[in-house]
Protein backbone atom coordinates (compact mmCIF):
# COMPACT_ATOMS: atom_id res chain seq x y z
CA UNK A 1 0.00 0.00 0.00
CA UNK A 2 2.49 2.68 0.71
CA UNK A 3 4.29 2.10 -2.01
CA UNK A 4 1.75 2.56 -4.25
CA UNK A 5 1.04 5.33 -2.46
CA UNK A 6 4.50 6.79 -3.14
CA UNK A 7 4.24 5.87 -6.96
CA UNK A 8 0.54 8.14 -7.64
CA UNK A 9 2.35 10.72 -5.61
CA UNK A 10 5.32 10.93 -7.81
CA UNK A 11 2.83 10.21 -11.22
CA UNK A 12 1.00 13.45 -9.82
CA UNK A 13 4.28 15.42 -9.74
CA UNK A 14 5.10 14.59 -13.16
CA UNK A 15 1.59 16.40 -14.22
CA UNK A 16 1.04 13.84 -16.98
CA UNK A 17 -2.28 12.17 -16.24
CA UNK A 18 -3.69 15.07 -14.90
CA UNK A 19 -2.65 17.57 -17.38
CA UNK A 20 -4.24 14.95 -20.24
CA UNK A 21 -7.26 14.13 -18.94
CA UNK A 22 -7.64 18.27 -18.07
CA UNK A 23 -6.97 19.39 -22.02
CA UNK A 24 -9.70 16.54 -23.14
CA UNK A 25 -12.32 18.23 -21.01
CA UNK A 26 -11.95 21.38 -22.41
CA UNK A 27 -15.05 22.50 -24.97
CA UNK A 28 -12.29 23.48 -27.64
CA UNK A 29 -8.40 21.94 -27.53
CA UNK A 30 -6.85 25.24 -28.55
CA UNK A 31 -3.16 26.46 -27.11
CA UNK A 32 -2.98 27.41 -23.77
CA UNK A 33 -1.87 31.47 -23.96
CA UNK A 34 0.08 33.83 -22.34
CA UNK A 35 -0.98 37.31 -21.47
CA UNK A 36 0.23 39.20 -24.39
CA UNK A 37 2.44 41.98 -22.88
CA UNK A 38 5.38 42.78 -22.08
CA UNK A 39 4.64 44.43 -19.20
CA UNK A 40 1.70 43.26 -17.52
CA UNK A 41 1.68 45.75 -14.26
CA UNK A 42 1.74 48.74 -16.22
CA UNK A 43 -1.86 48.05 -17.29
CA UNK A 44 -4.71 49.38 -14.30
CA UNK A 45 -7.79 48.13 -16.11
CA UNK A 46 -9.29 44.85 -18.05
CA UNK A 47 -12.61 45.41 -19.46
CA UNK A 48 -14.17 41.60 -20.69
CA UNK A 49 -15.95 40.03 -22.56
CA UNK A 50 -19.86 40.56 -22.62
CA UNK A 51 -21.43 37.45 -22.02
CA UNK A 52 -24.78 38.56 -23.31
CA UNK A 53 -24.05 40.19 -27.00
CA UNK A 54 -27.74 39.64 -27.98
CA UNK A 55 -29.40 41.62 -25.31
CA UNK A 56 -28.79 45.45 -26.02
CA UNK A 57 -31.12 46.79 -23.33
CA UNK A 58 -32.53 50.01 -23.35
CA UNK A 59 -30.37 52.53 -21.68
CA UNK A 60 -27.17 53.77 -23.46
CA UNK A 61 -24.71 51.24 -22.08
CA UNK A 62 -27.36 48.51 -23.61
CA UNK A 63 -26.74 45.75 -21.54
CA UNK A 64 -23.81 43.41 -20.23
CA UNK A 65 -23.15 40.20 -18.46
CA UNK A 66 -19.32 40.71 -18.12
CA UNK A 67 -16.59 37.83 -17.79
CA UNK A 68 -16.47 37.28 -14.26
CA UNK A 69 -14.31 35.00 -12.31
CA UNK A 70 -14.09 33.76 -8.69
CA UNK A 71 -17.48 35.63 -8.12
CA UNK A 72 -16.29 38.71 -9.21
CA UNK A 73 -16.78 40.94 -12.56
CA UNK A 74 -13.78 42.86 -14.02
CA UNK A 75 -14.38 46.65 -13.07
CA UNK A 76 -16.42 46.94 -16.26
CA UNK A 77 -17.54 45.61 -19.78
CA UNK A 78 -19.65 47.13 -22.35
CA UNK A 79 -22.84 45.72 -24.88
CA UNK A 80 -21.04 43.77 -27.36
CA UNK A 81 -17.97 43.72 -26.24
CA UNK A 82 -16.11 40.52 -28.09
CA UNK A 83 -12.58 41.19 -26.70
CA UNK A 84 -10.40 41.76 -23.76
CA UNK A 85 -9.04 45.42 -23.08
CA UNK A 86 -5.84 46.04 -21.58
CA UNK A 87 -5.83 49.90 -20.64
CA UNK A 88 -2.48 51.42 -20.54
CA UNK A 89 -1.74 53.20 -17.59
CA UNK A 90 -0.75 57.30 -18.36
CA UNK A 91 -2.53 56.98 -21.32
CA UNK A 92 -1.03 59.19 -24.07
CA UNK A 93 1.79 60.48 -22.24
CA UNK A 94 2.52 57.03 -21.54
CA UNK A 95 2.30 56.06 -25.33
CA UNK A 96 4.55 58.93 -26.08
CA UNK A 97 7.08 58.04 -24.41
CA UNK A 98 7.45 54.91 -25.58
CA UNK A 99 4.61 52.87 -25.01
CA UNK A 100 5.07 49.13 -24.47
CA UNK A 101 5.26 45.83 -26.35
CA UNK A 102 2.54 43.59 -27.62
CA UNK A 103 3.53 39.80 -26.91
CA UNK A 104 2.30 36.70 -29.21
CA UNK A 105 0.23 34.88 -27.10
CA UNK A 106 1.15 31.62 -28.36
CA UNK A 107 2.98 30.13 -31.44
CA UNK A 108 1.66 31.18 -34.76
CA UNK A 109 1.49 31.95 -38.13
CA UNK A 110 0.86 35.91 -38.70
CA UNK A 111 -2.64 35.92 -41.44
CA UNK A 112 -3.11 39.80 -41.10
CA UNK A 113 -1.80 42.43 -40.03
CA UNK A 114 -2.51 46.96 -41.20
CA UNK A 115 0.08 49.68 -39.85
CA UNK A 116 0.22 53.18 -40.78
CA UNK A 117 -3.17 54.85 -39.57
CA UNK A 118 -3.93 57.06 -37.08
CA UNK A 119 -3.54 56.40 -33.97
CA UNK A 120 -4.59 59.34 -31.24
CA UNK A 121 -8.53 58.23 -31.26
CA UNK A 122 -9.74 59.17 -28.28
CA UNK A 123 -13.41 60.63 -27.21
CA UNK A 124 -14.53 63.63 -28.15
CA UNK A 125 -18.30 64.56 -27.21
CA UNK A 126 -19.31 61.33 -25.98
CA UNK A 127 -18.32 59.66 -29.34
CA UNK A 128 -14.47 58.39 -30.38
CA UNK A 129 -12.86 60.76 -32.57
CA UNK A 130 -9.89 60.35 -34.88
CA UNK A 131 -9.57 63.80 -35.73
CA UNK A 132 -11.21 63.61 -38.78
CA UNK A 133 -8.45 60.83 -40.26
CA UNK A 134 -10.04 57.29 -40.97
CA UNK A 135 -11.15 55.22 -38.12
CA UNK A 136 -8.89 52.37 -38.57
CA UNK A 137 -6.69 50.04 -36.11
CA UNK A 138 -3.70 49.08 -36.69
CA UNK A 139 -3.78 45.42 -35.83
CA UNK A 140 -1.77 41.88 -36.15
CA UNK A 141 -3.80 38.76 -36.77
CA UNK A 142 -2.17 35.30 -35.92
CA UNK A 143 -3.69 31.53 -36.37
CA UNK A 144 -2.26 29.08 -34.23
CA UNK A 145 -2.06 25.31 -35.24
CA UNK A 146 -5.56 24.08 -33.42
CA UNK A 147 -7.39 27.17 -35.74
CA UNK A 148 -7.92 29.13 -33.24
CA UNK A 149 -7.01 33.11 -33.96
CA UNK A 150 -5.79 35.84 -31.71
CA UNK A 151 -6.26 38.77 -32.65
CA UNK A 152 -4.34 42.48 -31.57
CA UNK A 153 -6.05 45.86 -32.15
CA UNK A 154 -5.43 49.46 -31.66
CA UNK A 155 -1.45 49.14 -32.35
CA UNK A 156 0.77 52.42 -32.17
CA UNK A 157 1.20 53.99 -35.72
CA UNK A 158 4.51 52.08 -37.48
CA UNK A 159 4.87 50.06 -34.71
CA UNK A 160 4.04 46.74 -36.30
CA UNK A 161 6.72 44.15 -36.08
CA UNK A 162 5.65 41.55 -38.43
CA UNK A 163 4.76 40.50 -41.53
CA UNK A 164 1.89 37.81 -42.86
CA UNK A 165 3.20 34.21 -43.89
CA UNK A 166 5.71 34.71 -40.98
CA UNK A 167 5.95 32.21 -37.79
CA UNK A 168 6.26 33.69 -34.52
CA UNK A 169 6.76 32.08 -31.25
CA UNK A 170 5.00 32.46 -27.80
CA UNK A 171 5.91 36.20 -26.59
CA UNK A 172 7.64 37.51 -29.49
CA UNK A 173 6.99 40.99 -30.19
CA UNK A 174 3.96 41.75 -32.49
CA UNK A 175 4.31 45.87 -32.21
CA UNK A 176 3.28 48.59 -29.34
CA UNK A 177 -0.18 49.84 -27.63
CA UNK A 178 -1.43 52.61 -29.00
CA UNK A 179 -4.84 54.29 -29.93
CA UNK A 180 -5.89 53.46 -33.46
CA UNK A 181 -9.27 52.61 -34.71
CA UNK A 182 -12.49 52.64 -31.98
CA UNK A 183 -10.37 53.18 -29.48
CA UNK A 184 -10.87 56.02 -27.08
CA UNK A 185 -7.68 55.74 -25.62
CA UNK A 186 -3.78 53.79 -25.35
CA UNK A 187 -4.93 50.13 -24.80
CA UNK A 188 -4.59 46.81 -26.43
CA UNK A 189 -8.13 44.96 -27.12
CA UNK A 190 -7.46 40.97 -27.49
CA UNK A 191 -9.32 38.65 -29.14
CA UNK A 192 -9.65 34.92 -29.77
CA UNK A 193 -11.44 33.32 -31.73
CA UNK A 194 -12.62 29.55 -32.94
CA UNK A 195 -13.74 29.31 -36.53
CA UNK A 196 -15.21 33.34 -36.43
CA UNK A 197 -16.67 32.91 -32.98
CA UNK A 198 -15.35 35.26 -30.10
CA UNK A 199 -14.40 33.05 -27.46
CA UNK A 200 -13.52 34.35 -23.62
CA UNK A 201 -9.78 32.97 -22.40
CA UNK A 202 -10.73 33.58 -18.86
CA UNK A 203 -12.86 31.06 -16.74
CA UNK A 204 -15.15 31.74 -14.46
CA UNK A 205 -19.57 31.86 -13.59
CA UNK A 206 -20.33 33.54 -16.42
CA UNK A 207 -17.27 32.24 -18.83
CA UNK A 208 -16.22 29.33 -19.11
CA UNK A 209 -14.98 26.39 -16.43
CA UNK A 210 -11.33 26.37 -17.38
CA UNK A 211 -9.16 29.35 -18.33
CA UNK A 212 -7.50 29.23 -22.01
CA UNK A 213 -4.77 31.41 -20.02
CA UNK A 214 -1.60 29.96 -18.72
CA UNK A 215 -2.26 32.39 -15.74
CA UNK A 216 -4.94 34.27 -15.53
CA UNK A 217 -4.11 35.30 -12.04
CA UNK A 218 -6.99 35.88 -9.04
CA UNK A 219 -7.23 38.48 -8.92
CA UNK A 220 -9.08 40.63 -12.09
CA UNK A 221 -7.28 44.57 -11.39
CA UNK A 222 -4.04 42.93 -10.85
CA UNK A 223 -2.82 40.99 -14.41
CA UNK A 224 -0.56 38.39 -13.53
CA UNK A 225 2.82 38.11 -15.59
CA UNK A 226 3.51 37.11 -19.22
CA UNK A 227 4.47 33.26 -19.60
CA UNK A 228 4.86 31.11 -21.65
CA UNK A 229 3.86 27.70 -21.43
ZN1 LIG B 1 -12.05 46.10 -26.85
Known amino acids: MRAAFAMLLVACAQGTPETVD ?3 DRAYTPEVFAIPLAEPERFFQTTGVDHDPEDHGDSTLGSAICTNYDGRGFPWCYDGHDGTD ?3 EGGFEAMDAGSTQILAAAAGVVVSTDDGNYDRCHVEGGSVSCDGYP ?13 VRTKYWHMKSGSVAV ?4 EVACGDVLGLVGSSGLSSMPHLHFE ?17 PESWWQDQGDDPEELPPSVCP
Open 192 to 208: LAVDGQWVDPYAGPNSQ
Open 135 to 147: MVGNHVILEHPSG
Open 86 to 88: FLL
Open 22 to 24: SAD
Open 163 to 166: EVGQ
